[in-house]
């Protein structure tokens, strides 16, 4: 029985999909002979495929984006034969759809953000399929799809926890008032109370319930902890806001992190480097371990941090700053004009573009103020020095981005709650610690020389780190407890929407593609 006659008539009625190609590929490969049934009788390997998509929801997914209910009315007693081809193509469909979700995510995250990137993954599909079928191991094929980083778990557990506290009703609501804080009375206190120990703080009143004791106090200081709030031990705006996040909200919140996992490597390094933008860290992991973790500042929410993986293959203590030209048109341009000794005596020379050669140009020549963005045909390079925001080394690593890692000279910033001030580039508060591991043949005073004296030097990183810039507000930390950040980029919000599209709707606006010259400069 062949299976292309009923395929072929729904490809026509929709528009083509990556799945689409995949179930076509497949049938054609066949000859468009029934895979999932031999003789008139369904293969048991059919169960496996119902298997996984009921636990879809344990993955973060959505069990109605996959055909199981119709698969399992084919299935039901009182099975027609004849209708075997549909029933194929439906296991077909349900085991590349759920495959392709589950180990490379829903969406292609380019395509919904010119500014999200998913690393490539390899393995083919259909022949996985293929495989799967002639072994008889389907249900164990499916189980090694999901990402296997201990991360990805550790998350897929929280959001069995949070979804059955949504399902019980999730928490009280902390309602409005004075400032609750340790040793006062209030009935709100109770409510307070109740409503950590329904996320599993340890919150137990020592005596009177409405008197916020010092066990309060410590699990108000670990949710602060665990939010990036403040941590003071007192609930003001800021933690009520936090506190009255529904656990809906919270379930959805961890789905979407899920999702972004998905579109990391499979393996993410013996070592490597993550940058979460949404958390303001970065973290150098080394076989399992996190052996440093520093404050970062990260891209401003009108130039945001990129998400994509790369690998660090060299450092450049004593970097020039290139200045990106859309920096220079819509930042320093203004300066200028405002004050004609501003490039000199911030290092800054001028130079011709490459049409015009390339050529230094004394500042002092150019009329300013009659140049204009459309107008600006100069490139500016900063020199090294105390002013450059690149600071004393900057870390390179390709992306279409043109963003690295740097140190910085603005080093207050990073007592800042919310670190958004770069334009896309990732500085660091920890650079000589970060180049100390990175270039471990060179000592700590060598590298602290090379930061403060001399030109711009080029060093080889012997074996290159894989780096990875997430946009985490959801993990779990090395406790095992599940972190929260705020949403600064709006990006769950916009990833929430796509995800929220069913097939059929209206197809969404493409998403405006950013500047590429977005970025810190060579």
Same mark, same amino acid.
Request: glycine share 8%; proline share 7%.
């Given at each position: 029985?062949?299976?292309?006659?009923?395929?072929?008539?729904? @490809?026509?009625?929709?528009?083509?999909?990556?799945?689409?190609?995949?179930?076509? *590929?497949?049938?054609?490969?066949?000859?468009?002979?029934?895979?999932?049934?031999?003789?008139?009788?369904?293969?048991?390997?059919?169960?496996?495929?119902?298997?996984?998509?009921?636990?879809?929801?344990?993955?973060?997914?959505?069990?109605?984006?996959?055909?199981?209910?119709?698969?399992?009315?084919?299935?039901?007693?009182?099975?027609?034969?004849?209708?075997?081809?549909?029933?194929?193509?439906?296991?077909?469909?349900?085991?590349?759809?759920?495959?392709?979700?589950?180990?490379?995510?829903?969406?292609?995250?380019?395509?919904?953000?010119?500014?999200?990137?998913?690393?490539?993954?390899?393995?083919?599909?259909?022949?996985?399929?293929?495989? @799967?079928?002639?072994?008889?191991?389907?249900?164990?094929?499916?189980?090694?799809?999901?990402?296997?980083?201990?991360?990805?778990?550790?998350?897929?557990?929280?959001?069995?926890?949070?979804?059955?506290?949504?399902?019980?009703?999730?928490?009280?609501?902390?309602?409005?008032?004075?400032?609750?804080?340790?040793?006062?009375?209030?009935? *709100?206190?109770?409510?307070?109370?109740?409503?950590?120990?329904?996320?599993?703080?340890?919150?137990?009143?020592?005596?009177?319930?409405?008197?916020?004791?010092?066990?309060?106090?410590?699990?108000?200081?670990?949710?602060?902890?665990?939010?990036?709030?403040?941590?003071?031990?007192?609930?003001?705006?800021?933690?009520?806001?936090?506190?009255?996040?529904? @656990?809906?909200?919270?379930?959805?919140?961890?789905?979407?992190?899920?999702?972004?996992?998905?579109?990391?490597?499979?393996?993410?390094?013996?070592?490597? %480097?993550?940058?979460?933008?949404?958390?303001?860290?970065?973290?150098?992991?080394?076989?399992?371990?996190?052996?440093?973790?520093?404050?970062? %500042?990260?891209?401003?929410?009108?130039?945001?941090?990129?998400?994509?993986?790369?690998?660090?293959?060299?450092?450049?203590?004593?970097?020039?700053?290139?200045?990106?030209?859309?920096?220079? #048109?819509?930042?320093?341009?203004?300066?200028?004009?405002?004050?004609?000794?501003?490039?000199?005596?911030?290092?800054?020379?001028?130079?011709?573009?490459?049409?015009?050669?390339?050529?230094? %140009?004394?500042?002092? #020549?150019?009329?300013?103020?009659?140049?204009?963005?459309?107008?600006?045909?100069?490139?500016?390079?900063?020199?090294?020095?105390?002013?450059?925001?690149?600071?004393?080394?900057?870390?390179?690593?390709? #992306?279409?981005?043109?963003?690295?890692?740097?140190? #910085?000279?603005?080093?207050?910033?990073?007592?800042?709650?919310?670190?958004?001030?770069?334009?896309?580039?990732?500085?660091?508060?920890?650079?000589?610690?970060?180049?100390?591991?990175?270039?471990?043949?060179?000592?700590?005073?060598?590298?602290?020389?090379?930061?403060?004296?001399?030109?711009?030097?080029?060093?080889?990183?012997?074996?290159?780190?894989?780096?990875?810039?997430?946009?985490?507000?959801?993990?779990?930390?090395?406790?095992?407890?599940?972190?929260?950040?705020?949403?600064?980029?709006?990006?769950?919000?916009?990833?929430?929407?796509?995800?929220? @599209?069913?097939?059929?709707?209206?197809?969404?606006?493409?998403?405006?593609?950013?500047?590429?010259? *977005?970025?810190?400069?060579?």
């Amino acid at each position: 029985m062949l299976v292309a006659a009923w395929f072929g008539s729904s @490809a026509g009625q929709e528009r083509v999909s990556a799945v689409d190609s995949l179930v076509a *590929r497949f049938y054609e490969e066949r000859g468009g002979r029934l895979a999932w049934s031999t003789a008139g009788a369904v293969s048991p390997q059919a169960r496996a495929v119902l298997g996984a998509l009921a636990r879809a929801g344990a993955e973060g997914l959505d069990p109605q984006d996959y055909p199981g209910a119709a698969i399992d009315s084919l299935l039901a007693p009182g099975f027609v034969p004849d209708r075997l081809s549909r029933l194929d193509s439906l296991l077909t469909r349900a085991f590349l759809s759920y495959s392709s979700d589950v180990s490379r995510g829903r969406v292609d995250p380019q395509a919904v953000d010119s500014l999200w990137r998913a690393a490539p993954h390899a393995g083919d599909l259909v022949r996985m399929l293929e495989a @799967a079928l002639d072994s008889g191991h389907v249900a164990r094929v499916l189980r090694t799809l999901p990402p296997p980083q201990p991360g990805y778990a550790a998350l897929r557990r929280a959001l069995e926890r949070y979804r059955a506290s949504a399902a019980h009703g999730g928490w009280p609501i902390v309602r409005a008032g004075p400032l609750l804080e340790p040793g006062i009375r209030d009935a *709100r206190v109770a409510l307070l109370r109740r409503r950590l120990l329904a996320e599993g703080y340890t919150a137990e009143a020592e005596g009177d319930a409405d008197l916020f004791d010092g066990t309060l106090e410590a699990a108000v200081r670990e949710f602060q902890e665990r939010h990036g709030l403040g941590v003071d031990g007192s609930v003001g705006a800021a933690t009520r806001r936090a506190l009255n996040v529904p @656990a809906a909200d919270r379930v959805r919140q961890i789905a979407l992190n899920l999702e972004r996992w998905r579109w990391l490597p499979r393996f993410l390094g013996q070592r490597y %480097i993550v940058v979460n933008s949404a958390a303001f860290t970065l973290d150098v992991v080394d076989g399992a371990q996190r052996v440093l973790d520093m404050r970062a %500042i990260v891209g401003r929410k009108d130039w945001p941090t990129p998400i994509v993986s790369s690998r660090i293959t060299e450092a450049v203590f004593r970097p020039a700053w290139h200045v990106p030209r859309a920096i220079a #048109t819509s930042e320093l341009l203004r300066l200028v004009q405002r004050d004609r000794g501003y490039l000199t005596r911030e290092g800054i020379r001028v130079f011709a573009d490459s049409a015009a050669g390339g050529r230094e %140009i004394d500042p002092a #020549t150019i009329d300013w103020h009659a140049v204009t963005e459309s107008t600006f045909t100069y490139q500016l390079v900063q020199e090294p020095g105390p002013t450059n925001p690149l600071g004393g080394v900057r870390f390179v690593f390709w #992306t279409p981005f043109d963003v690295f890692i740097h140190d #910085t000279p603005l080093r207050p910033l990073f007592t800042e709650r919310f670190r958004t001030f770069s334009h896309g580039c990732v500085r660091v508060e920890g650079a000589v610690d970060l180049a100390t591991y990175l270039l471990p043949e060179w000592s700590v005073d060598s590298i602290r020389a090379a930061l403060t004296v001399g030109r711009e030097r080029r060093v080889r990183v012997l074996t290159a780190i894989p780096v990875h810039l997430v946009y985490w507000t959801a993990w779990t930390d090395d406790r095992g407890e599940v972190q929260f950040r705020d949403d600064v980029y709006g990006w769950d919000r916009e990833l929430g929407s796509v995800l929220d @599209a069913r097939p059929g709707s209206p197809a969404l606006p493409p998403v405006a593609a950013r500047p590429p010259d *977005r970025a810190c400069g060579r």
